[in-house]
């Protein structure tokens, strides 16, 4: 006789144990049409799932993150069931539910084409109209182990035994015929998936991610829970691709990269304008924040990281080198333990706190190469790192601060929607329990004064502290994780940081971890794919080329670029003998805000003719007041 409770805190009695049909039908005669899945005590099942003791139950719906993911989940098999009925020697290895969508690795001989994948909608559509009904089955392993290894499919097998032993080992069934291991739940039928799914595109992938192992083909979809989503989503992906940084990045003439130095960027004369003056604005910020700002080496003893916690954490992702005398340097992957010993120079006593240190840190991590994504994701990159070392005392304040700071900066560049994730201790961790209990209250206080929209990650903090996330949502929808705070109770006392307190102890500091950017390079990517290219005025790598009509205007022309120029606009002239339109088309491919056009007319009146970027209007105006006007534009959004 379950009691059943529900997430409005309502209690139903049954008189017997009951699945979760008969209970979203008990609620409401909806409910009964939209479940999907349920939650039993935290715990997601099937809808034939039997419920026989007292419980906390949430059903499932569409409308829900876990609804969404089990669509995409059976999705998932459903395409997998479609590859085998239309290439039967094909065989299936692993399927997950990933962000947007799924994917599916499969081991084929022949490779897939893009009119396979159509063929293969068709093919799951097909299995949707027949409605197949879903069964889940518990298999003991020597059973499942030869089953799979009968019928040709050895990565199953190969997947069974590496499952710990005291793990169940369920089996779905999709029909008849077709069959999965998987952990599930999954939905009761095929019909309930839909026709809001699309077939992205094919790549390889090693088998279990290592490039020792046989190469498969990965097959990626998209699933969602009404054809509008479906369209929205599309939408932003054909968006997403226009927006390339790395296709932008080449037309703006930004950066390139080269398998020379796999995950380091080549910044170009325009690129590199545009890095410092991203830093130039940091620095501005930071300045009236009261940062001071510091260099630390490179390169640095292993014995530092050791002591630090990172040699054990990270070390497999570092890069060293051992010196003829048999030191060991590690070429360095954060800024934190060079920071430290900035402040370990001279006695610091509780009047010199908070110190705000800030640095812009060349770092360097071993990245994978399948995991290289242009400036994304790289592994030489420059962090606008900052450390503040403060009391306990001061931490709620000093992480309103740096939140505050955060947010002004994000939304003068252009980015109003942002989200904090708040994540607290992980399983491995250095520290003690109380110092950990002090640092998450400290730093969740503060998340709630900023009256910000937040959610909870349990468990996903840093190893030496609880963290904040700052997520970003650009012009088209997508979400990008940029800055962190991170609360540190632990690597200051691990390195010797002390400061002496009012009553004249020696007390070991806090120290907070910021970064606002998190990766220039990255935010870089990102700032190009949200604006298409089109930057402010203020930050654009060029922002102005002057283009004579004739040969005869080159003078005028040269006199107006040095003019600008002195006036620290970032400006080029055009002498090429070209075609005034030719070049208005290449410098627009490049996204250049303003092209000066000047020609007889021009230098006679003493005008210059602007065509600024997106428009194909041109407007006449006098050159000092061109100069004016582009100062204004000019200054930094302090």
């Known amino acids: 006789m ?80 479609a590859v085998q009925e239309l290439y039967p020697k094909t065989q299936v290895t692993i399927g997950p539910v990933i962000e947007n969508g799924f994917y599916y690795d499969f081991a084929r001989k022949e ?24 069964k889940r089955e518990v298999w003991e392993r020597k059973k499942a182990i030869e089953h799979f290894e009968k019928i ?41 998936i839909g026709k809001a799914f699309k077939l992205t595109k094919v790549s390889g992938a090693y088998w279990r991610g290592d490039s020792n192992n046989e190469m498969l083909q990965r097959i990626y979809g998209t699933c969602w829970s ?20 790395r296709k932008l990045g080449k037309e703006m003439d930004l950066f390139h990269f080269r398998e020379e130095s796999p995950g380091s960027v080549f910044w170009h004369e325009r690129g590199w304008n545009l890095f410092q003056r991203l830093i130039d604005y940091m620095r501005a910020k930071q300045r009236i924040a009261g940062y001071k700002e510091i260099n630390t080496p490179e390169l640095l003893d292993k014995s530092l990281w050791e002591k630090s916690g990172h040699w054990e954490k990270f070390g497999e992702h ?35 706190l908070p110190l705000k240190l800030s640095e812009f840190g060349k770092v360097h991590r071993y990245e994978p190469s399948g ?45 109003d929607n942002i989200i904090l994730k708040y994540s607290d201790r992980p399983e491995k961790r250095v520290g003690d329990d109380k110092i950990w209990d002090k640092s998450e209250a400290a730093l969740l206080t503060a998340v709630k004064k900023s009256k910000l929209e937040y959610s909870i990650n349990k468990g996903e903090g840093a190893f030496y502290g609880p963290k904040i996330e700052f997520v970003l949502r650009d012009a088209i929808g997508r979400d990008w994780q940029c800055g962190t705070l991170q609360v540190d109770l632990n690597l200051p006392g691990r390195l010797g940081a002390s400061f002496i307190d009012r009553d004249g102890a020696k007390k070991v500091p806090v120290m907070l ?123 930094l959004p302090l």
């Open 2 to 81: 379950p009691e059943i409770q529900l997430t409005d805190g309502k209690k139903i009695k049954f008189n017997q144990s009951i699945d979760g049909f008969e209970l979203a039908k008990n609620i409401s005669k909806s409910l009964e049409k939209s479940a999907l899945i349920m939650e039993v005590n935290g715990q997601l099942k099937d809808l034939s799932h039997k419920i026989t003791v007292n419980s906390r139950v949430k059903i499932i719906t569409s409308k829900d993150k876990e609804g969404l993911e089990v669509l995409r989940h059976d999705a998932a098999h459903i395409m997998a069931m």
């Open 111 to 134: 490779p897939f084409t893009s009119d396979d994948l159509k063929k293969i909608e068709k093919k799951m559509s097909e299995i949707i109209d027949r409605d197949v009904k879903t």
């Open 152 to 192: 040709g499919e050895k990565y199953k097998a190969e997947i069974i035994e590496s499952i710990p032993k005291n793990e169940e080992l369920s089996i779905y069934h999709h029909g008849d015929t077709w069959h999965d291991l998987c952990r599930g739940p999954h939905l009761s039928s095929s019909g309930k």
């Open 226 to 245: 009404n054809k509008k989503d479906l369209d929205d989503y599309l939408h932003r992906l054909e968006e997403a691709e226009k927006r390339d940084h």
């Open 318 to 352: 570092m890069y060293t080198s051992e010196t003829p005398d048999k030191k060991v340097f590690a070429v360095k992957p954060m800024n934190c333990p060079g920071c430290v010993q900035i402040f370990n120079q001279g006695l610091k006593s509780y009047r010199d």
């Open 371 to 415: 995991a290289l994504h242009g400036l994304l994701r790289v592994r030489a990159f420059t962090q606008d790192d900052a450390h503040i070392f403060c009391s306990e005392e001061q931490i709620t304040e000093e992480c309103l601060t740096v939140t505050n700071l955060i947010i002004d900066i994000y939304k003068s560049l252009g980015f």
């Open 513 to 635: 971890h910021r970064a606002l950017f998190g990766s220039l390079e990255r935010f870089i990517g990102i700032l190009i794919e949200n604006y298409a290219g089109k930057l402010p005025f203020w930050l654009s790598p060029t922002q102005a080329v002057v283009l004579p009509i004739s040969e005869d205007n080159n003078k005028y022309a040269k006199k107006l670029f040095e003019d600008l120029f002195k006036e620290g606009i970032k400006c080029e002239v055009d002498l090429k003998n070209q075609k005034i339109n030719y070049k208005i088309r290449e410098h627009s491919l490049a996204k250049v805000p303003y092209l000066l056009i000047c020609g007889k007319k021009e230098e006679e009146a003493d005008t210059i003719s602007i065509r600024k970027l997106g428009s194909e209007k041109q407007e006449s105006i006098k050159r000092k007041d061109l100069i004016k006007n582009m100062l204004s534009l000019n200054k």
